[in-house]
């Protein structure tokens, strides 16, 4: 099977950085479409953003243009650089992966989740 594991998380400023990456392993010929979601307490997942196979992106509008996905395939690697954090960007976030066989999903992936605390 695939596995997911985050890493880069932590106490932050507000107007800091963090770059968080998550590790895929296992079967990682499967992977198509990534993303990175969060979760604050008492609160549903949300999405942040996704990035394809090919490199095209999507963003929520509360990180645009403060926040980057991008992925390295050959190690695959998924980022999220977080610049210009926000209090309101605290959250565990979770990185997220797609696997598919003959372009049909079949296998949705999460990671244990990174805790990311903004400091007002």
């Known amino acids: 099977q695939v596995q997911l594991e985050e890493s880069g998380g932590g106490l932050v400023q507000a107007g800091g950085s963090l770059r968080l990456s998550c590790v895929a392993s296992g079967d990682t010929i499967c992977l198509s479409a990534m993303g990175w979601y969060r979760q604050e307490p008492e609160k549903e997942r949300e999405l942040v953003a996704t990035i394809t196979t090919g490199g095209t992106t999507d963003y929520a509008d509360s990180v645009k243009g403060r926040f980057t996905i991008s992925r390295d395939n050959a190690k695959n690697t998924l980022y999220l650089q977080m610049n210009s954090l926000k209090p309101e960007d605290t959250a565990v976030y979770y990185c997220?992966?797609?696997?598919?066989?003959?372009?049909?999903?079949?296998?949705?992936?999460w990671g244990q989740g990174t805790q990311v605390i903004v400091s007002s």
């Open positions: 997220n992966a797609d696997c598919e066989t003959q372009y049909v999903k079949y296998l949705e992936v």
